[in-house]
Each structure stands twice: as structure tokens, then as C-alpha cells.
């Protein structure tokens, strides 16, 4: 993913991966849609850094807590780039079929994403 392989990404993922995302009344379904929430990560933060704090499972769950860090150099939800340096967490639950990823949990802090390339205290 961060080499921005989606394709290779996505091949890892059932054809119907599910999608659940915090505040939403119903999951998102499909590769594709997978695929477009990352593209618009990438395209805001194109130097997007990855690190795994922890993985564990149990049964068919897997649980990772993730740390992200970037620049904002592109568009990302509607905020224009601001060439700040961001940094921000992600718990995610995937469920496993077989070899695949089949469904996500993710609860990303997108509050305090926001916060650093909106709030002008950021900057």
C-alpha cells in the first residue's frame, strides 16, 4: 500500500470485501470502493508512511493498531493542500476468509487529521 500498489492490495481482499466505517448506517461493499477510500488518502498524502504498533488474532480476526504519518501536499476532503506534516492512529479489524481479508472494522482518528490540516494553530 504504500508503495501504491492497489491492485496487488486489493488482490488480497475478497470480491466483495466488506467496509465498515464509523458513522456510517451501512457498510460499503467491493474492491473498488476499497480501492477509491485509499486512492483519495494517497492523493492527499502522497508520502503516506505506514507502521503496524501491534497485530494480533484470534479465530478468523485479526487486530492491527496502525500509526500514519505524511504531508499533505494534495486536495483531501475538500481541504487544499496545506504542506503540513501529519501524524494520526488507526485501530482496524479484519476478518479472514480462507487466504483473503473478507471484511474491515476501521476506526481511524480522522478528528485529529482534520484538526492538523484545517486548524491554523497547525500550521
Same mark, same amino acid.
Given at each position: 500500500? %504504500?508503495?501504491?500498489?492497489?491492485?496487488?492490495?486489493?488482490? %488480497?481482499?475478497?470480491?466483495? +470485501?466488506? &467496509?465498515?466505517? *464509523? $458513522?456510517?448506517?451501512?457498510?460499503?461493499? $467491493?474492491?473498488?470502493? !476499497?480501492? +477509491?477510500?485509499?486512492?483519495?488518502?494517497? #492523493?492527499? +498524502?502522497? #508520502?503516506?508512511? &505506514?507502521?503496524?504498533?501491534? &497485530?494480533?488474532?484470534? @479465530? @478468523?480476526?485479526?487486530?492491527?493498531?496502525?500509526? +500514519?504519518?505524511?504531508?499533505?501536499? $494534495?486536495?483531501? %476532503?475538500?481541504?487544499?493542500?496545506?504542506?503540513?506534516?501529519?501524524?494520526?492512529?488507526?485501530? @482496524?479489524?479484519?476478518?479472514?476468509?480462507?487466504?483473503?481479508?473478507?471484511?474491515? !472494522?476501521?476506526?481511524?482518528?480522522?478528528? $485529529?487529521?482534520?484538526? %492538523?490540516?484545517? #486548524? *491554523?494553530?497547525?500550521?
Amino acid at each position: 500500500m %504504500q508503495r501504491g500498489d492497489l491492485d496487488a492490495c486489493a488482490e %488480497q481482499l475478497t470480491e466483495n +470485501f466488506i &467496509i465498515n466505517l *464509523p $458513522g456510517l448506517p451501512e457498510p460499503l461493499h $467491493g474492491r473498488e470502493v !476499497w480501492k +477509491f477510500g485509499v486512492q483519495a488518502m494517497r #492523493d492527499g +498524502f502522497p #508520502d503516506l508512511r &505506514i507502521t503496524i504498533e501491534d &497485530i494480533f488474532g484470534a @479465530d @478468523d480476526r485479526v487486530a492491527v493498531r496502525l500509526h +500514519f504519518s505524511g504531508t499533505h501536499t $494534495g486536495s483531501f %476532503q475538500d481541504v487544499p493542500a496545506t504542506q503540513r506534516q501529519v501524524a494520526f492512529s488507526s485501530i @482496524d479489524i479484519y476478518r479472514v476468509e480462507g487466504d483473503k481479508l473478507a471484511e474491515e !472494522w476501521v476506526s481511524p482518528d480522522m478528528m $485529529g487529521l482534520m484538526r %492538523q490540516i484545517s #486548524d *491554523p494553530a497547525h500550521s
